[in-house]
């Protein structure tokens, strides 16, 4: 690119970036604040020309002109979040009460660090008030002997406290001071040149609390302009260290996903108060700034404890208020001053823990360097409450990220969904989605093929797609999960309904399938009954056979078969076997059941039911679409009997098992059963309607038999289908999490 070009771009650049802090300033309702918008236009107008004149000493002008797109430019033109007019809001406004959720009994205490600069600390505690999070805290105002009215700020927010120390100690003894004050388990320190966004609190308090091994959370921070500023930092082994994602758009999916730091910088960590304690604050010999944020994470790691970035809580940063932004003079130049001293500082965990700078980031963002990484492809975000299939992704990732291992998921439709992606992004997992993904993921695994170590795709689509590239661009074990044998479902569909179509769409299947196991590395199966089959039919060796589900509590306690009635089915009818069931069982089986149970009724439990179903709804036939787990689990306990009524169908039934676990008398077909190792030894099979009216009917009214037969089957869960015994299968497959 040519270098004047780059120069121009760069001058447009900084005008756009100039143009957001006079609108700021010309707003009648903001001229009280000019002064603290107009040093932040200085700060950055001079911290632009230091870095320009010493990268010209350092790369010279054509190593200058590449920093310089690379760094501001490139980033610049991506989608960012436009934040100015959060922004605009908090710099007018004067605050008229205190804030509500200030408490007696605090669960964090909210430390705001300030020298000077009360107009900033008045939005900052303003931003806290408005954002009405349901965590109870304090707020504590860490005055370094400012003298410029902040001391009076508990007189004007009763509430708010005010810990004023006799002389100016910089912002790490500062803080220490104010650390003696705090009643709250947690410690938030939040630099006072912020704005929280939205309900920013209760992310890292959530995260503290379903996760006692962690000790620090840090939160994504932003620009004024909506640009990313950090999604947590990288620590190289010489001790320098990277915001991770300056500048680039902070909704890019590397940069919202729950995972490992190095550190996160002290404008916006929480802590817990006891190993701060255990520590003793913040180091010393870094007053009076930088580095005591860093070398608090490494404490904190060297207790046993993990520092970890959060990215749903969100802190708008505008950094170099607080100690501008020069390196050469006034506290900034403390900056390099204490990079040598926190190098000496932990130079053995560096040399053991840390790479070079610039190497391996992939890794390095989120301390992966000594951990597997297994990266999933399947067709979509799995949304669990719908389908056996996507709980059993579900199931497998929630597990993995539990046992340490780093998780990468690919949706092959790439989109973004705003209720589930989060989920599986508070779990840890990075999800890749968007039209940067659509046309770029095969870009995305050739460059960090080196890190991926297993690969793991579902349904035969899918492996069509990705498995031979996989193969190509990196040295991964690719594991073909079949979930359920595709062409013997097919065959036992033609062997029922007589289609010739479904015979030929079986043969065509069985090739692709056979193709897709032989080029896969590892062949993963639920059934055990298909394992034999793989191992006969199709030649292969060591098939793998992992559990349908996962549950981290079998048993589901005490189950009340007192005055429970009617009968569930339970299945989404996008599936054709579950379409066919129900025809088979309100055509012939429910008419002799009715015959018995005159007052029973049937709920039929499952999306996109067909016509020809719909029409036979009834007072003794309803139809409910897809119900949340909190309500099928109110069914399950509610109803007497449930039914799987399948007569063709491949791999395990996952409305058995759950049935199975939820202790409710289960009547089902053999097909119903089918791949459930050992199960004849807990419940029969009945394949004609006869037999299955017959016992849906004797465990209907007979609830002394139903309960005792229900009893074994919560045995049989807890035996087969167990966190425990998942974690066993998964290490035995992939090895242990750590390399």
Request: a negative charge.
């Amino acid at each position: 690119m040519n270098s004047a070009y780059v120069l121009i771009l760069l001058f447009e650049f900084i005008c756009q970036q100039r143009q957001f802090y006079f609108r700021i300033c010309d707003d009648d309702q903001t001229k009280p604040h000019r002064t603290v918008q107009l040093q932040a236009l200085t700060l950055m107008i001079r911290d632009y020309y230091d870095k320009f004149t010493y990268s010209l000493k350092q790369r010279g002008v054509r190593g200058t002109v590449f920093r310089i797109y690379s760094s501001y430019l490139k980033p610049y033109f991506q989608d960012k979040k436009d934040l100015s007019g959060i922004v605009t809001h908090y710099c007018g406004l004067q605050i008229a009460e205190s804030p509500s959720g200030v408490s007696d009994n605090p669960a964090v205490s909210i430390i705001i660090p300030t020298y000077k600069g009360v107009e900033m600390t008045y939005q900052c505690i303003r931003s806290i008030a408005d954002s009405h999070t349901d965590v109870p805290y304090e707020i504590i105002v860490a005055d370094d002997h400012s003298e410029d009215g902040t001391e009076k700020l508990s007189e004007l927010l009763p509430g708010v406290k005010v810990a004023v120390t006799e002389k100016n100690l910089g912002f790490t003894l500062n803080c220490n001071n104010a650390s003696k004050h705090a009643r709250g388990k947690y410690l938030f320190f939040l630099n006072n040149d912020t704005l929280v966004i939205g309900d920013w609190l209760r992310p890292s308090v959530d995260m503290m609390e379903a996760s006692p091994d962690t000790g620090i959370v840090g939160s994504k921070l932003l620009y004024p302009d909506g640009s990313l500023q950090e999604a947590g930092c990288i620590v190289w082994k010489d001790g320098s260290a990277c915001n991770w994602g300056n500048g680039m758009d902070p909704s890019d999916p590397e940069y919202c996903y729950v995972r490992d730091v190095d550190y996160a910088s002290g404008a916006a960590i929480l802590v817990k108060k006891d190993l701060f304690d255990a520590l003793g604050g913040f180091d010393p010999r870094y007053a009076p700034a930088y580095c005591e944020d860093s070398d608090l994470a490494f404490g904190i790691r060297k207790l046993g404890k993990i520092v970890r970035y959060q990215p749903f809580s969100e802190v708008i940063h505008f950094e170099g208020m607080s100690n501008g932004r020069r390196i050469d003079s006034g506290i900034k130049h403390y900056q390099a001053v204490n990079t040598e001293k926190f190098r000496d500082k932990w130079r053995c965990t560096l040399e053991e823990e840390n790479l070079p700078e610039g190497e391996r980031a992939f890794q390095a963002r989120e301390r992966a360097c000594h951990r597997k990484t297994i990266l999933f492809i399947d067709s979509g975000i799995p949304r669990f409450d719908d389908n056996a299939g996507n709980r059993t992704v579900y199931d497998y990732i929630r597990v993995l990220c539990r046992m340490g291992y780093c998780v990468k998921f690919i949706p092959d439709d790439f989109s973004y969904d705003p209720v589930y992606t989060p989920i599986y992004q508070k779990m840890g997992v990075e999800v890749l989605y968007g039209r940067k993904y659509v046309f770029g993921w095969k870009k995305w695994i050739s460059d960090n093929g080196y890190a991926i170590d297993h690969v793991m795709i579902f349904r035969p689509e899918n492996a069509e797609k990705y498995l031979d590239f996989i193969k190509k661009n990196t040295k991964a074990a690719v594991h073909y999960n079949l979930a359920d044998l595709h062409c013997l479902r097919l065959r036992r569909e033609y062997e029922i309904t007589g289609d010739e179509a479904r015979l030929r769409e079986s043969e065509r299947m069985r090739k692709k399938e056979q193709k897709q196991m032989h080029d896969a590395d590892r062949v993963i199966t639920v059934s055990c009954d298909e394992a034999k089959i793989l191992e006969g039919e199709f030649g292969l060796k060591d098939v793998s056979v992992f559990p349908i589900f996962c549950y981290d509590r079998p048993d589901i306690g005490h189950r009340d078969y007192a005055g429970q009635k009617d009968i569930m089915f339970v299945g989404s009818f996008n599936h054709r076997p579950n379409a066919d069931a129900m025809r088979w069982f309100l055509g012939e089986i429910f008419p002799k059941i009715l015959s018995e149970l005159p007052d029973v009724r049937l709920h039929i439990i499952g999306s996109n039911a067909p016509d020809d179903l719909m029409s036979q709804a009834s007072d003794h036939v309803i139809f409910h679409s897809h119900l949340p787990d909190s309500e099928l689990d109110a069914f399950y306990r509610s109803t007497a009997v449930c039914v799987v009524p399948l007569r063709y169908g491949a791999g395990v039934k996952g409305k058995a098992v759950e049935a199975l676990r939820m202790k409710i008398p289960l009547v089902s077909t053999s097909v119903g059963l089918e791949g459930l190792m050992d199960i004849g030894d807990y419940i029969s099979a009945f394949d004609d309607a006869e037999s299955f009216a017959k016992e849906v009917v004797r465990l209907y009214t007979d609830r002394a038999a139903a309960e005792a037969e229900s009893v074994r089957h919560s045995e049989y869960v807890g035996r087969y289908f167990s966190v425990a015994g998942a974690e066993e299968c998964f290490e035995k497959e992939f090895g242990s999490c750590r390399k």
